[in-house]
């Protein structure tokens, strides 16, 4: 299919589903609108239209298992640490 649709079989072509990814954020507009910009994302997230995938969660005696998979590139998501 040119656009990516897949073919159901009936004649109808069913939409073809984009996965969107944040890969950076750039602030352009310097220091003083990243709260605004912050909030913009936390409210993309409680409504679901960003899905932020964590890869690692755990307490701060384990901080060293996180920074051992992100320098080494093999940590899908994000790590997130538990502050008790």
């Known amino acids: 299919m040119a656009d990516g649709g897949k ?3 009936s004649g109808q ?13 750039y602030n352009g507009g310097g220091l003083a609108d990243r ?3 912050l909030k913009r994302l936390l409210a993309l997230v409680g409504d679901g239209r960003l ?3 964590v890869g ?3 307490p701060w005696d384990r901080i060293a298992e996180p920074v051992q998979a992100l320098s ?3 940590l899908r998501g994000k790590a997130v ?3 008790l």
């Open 51 to 53: 899905r932020v995938p």
């Open 13 to 25: 072509v069913a939409p073809r589903r984009v996965t969107k990814a944040i890969v950076s954020v």
């Open 72 to 74: 080494g590139r093999s």
């Open 35 to 37: 709260q605004a910009q």
């Open 7 to 9: 073919n159901t079989g």
């Open 56 to 58: 690692w969660r755990g």
């Open 81 to 83: 640490l538990d502050v």
